[in-house]
């Protein structure tokens, strides 16, 4: 009888770590996009959460074997969607559509991380999953929708990218749940980040920025600040407890709670350090999102 309890108590700390670091990561992606490419910052990014997880292999502190495993295949697809597909297809769909319509593509990634899993995976869905996901793609919809500066549009091109990238980060959930069968969180994370390594540092390579994205780290203690930032906590400490995450929840109520409450606080940082506008929209659409996220966890709850 005590089990539930202290894996609900787990579930709430490993929500909690990735929806902070997830939720202000954009803070230090902005600012280091002012000075760095796209590809050129994911590959510094990367490659310094790859160096952190090498440094943990040579030390013996985590291994990583592969033999006699069923889901080996997973763990790298896991590491192929997210993060080399997903921030690509991310980055041209942001710079080819508008705000607006990304962050209502972004919002459709629970709901499709449950369709790809009844699918692909025989996942079942019950009335609470489904209202628990609409609830919160509501909450998001109403806070973009009625805001000011919303407009749909973009290429037909960026709405490809996008779409791609939507059912990329639902695949990398649902990959990654079937790998944690075989493989603990670390080790599918350091695969990950092995594998973002080494595809984002080739394209900046083959892009002419060598190694200026990491030199660059050494000439301002602010840059060097934020992408730590986002390599050791957003990429290193945030995906280890997201895909630790999946091993006790639904793909898409993980994926749900997680990206809902992220969008939460990016939206309340947004507003408390960077003087983001805000009106009744985003009142009544992070309360309804929050209304969902709740739902999502009473959902968690009958999982345990």
Not at 59 to 88: Q, T
Request: net charge positive.
């Amino acid at each position: 009888m005590q089990k539930q309890p202290q894996n609900w108590m787990l579930i709430v700390f490993l929500v909690a770590m990735v929806s902070i670091g997830w939720g202000i990561a954009f803070i230090s992606l902005a600012r280091l996009l002012q000075v760095m490419a796209p590809m050129q910052l994911l590959s510094v990014r990367w490659g310094i959460t790859a160096f952190i997880f090498l440094i943990l292999i040579i030390s013996g502190k985590l291994r990583i074997r592969l033999r006699g495993k069923k889901n080996v295949a997973f763990l790298f697809l896991a590491g192929l969607f997210e993060p080399c597909s997903y921030s690509i297809l991310e980055a041209w769909g942001v710079k080819l559509t508008s705000a607006s319509t990304s962050a209502i593509f972004v919002a459709t990634i629970p709901s499709m991380t449950l369709i790809l899993g009844i699918v692909l995976f025989r996942h079942k869905a019950d009335w609470k999953l489904v209202l628990s996901l609409l609830v919160t793609f509501l909450g998001v919809a109403i806070a973009t929708v009625f805001s000011p500066s919303f407009s749909l549009g973009g290429t037909r091109t960026g709405m490809l990218c996008m779409m791609l990238g939507v059912i990329a980060a639902s695949m990398y959930s649902l990959s990654s749940k079937k790998a944690s069968s075989d493989f603990d969180a670390s080790t599918v994370t350091a695969v990950m980040a092995f594998e973002g390594a080494i595809l984002f540092n080739i394209i900046s390579l083959c892009q002419g920025y060598r190694l200026d994205g990491f030199r660059l780290l050494f000439t301002d203690w602010h840059i060097m600040a934020d992408m730590l930032f986002l390599a050791v906590f957003c990429a290193f400490a945030s995906y280890v407890c997201y895909n630790r995450l999946l091993q006790y929840v639904d793909a898409a109520l993980g994926n749900n709670v997680v990206s809902s409450l992220s969008t939460v606080i990016g939206v309340v940082a947004g507003i408390v350090l960077l003087g983001d506008l805000w009106g009744w929209y985003t009142v009544v659409g992070l309360a309804v999102t929050l209304a969902g996220v709740w739902l999502s966890t009473l959902r968690m709850r009958e999982d345990l």
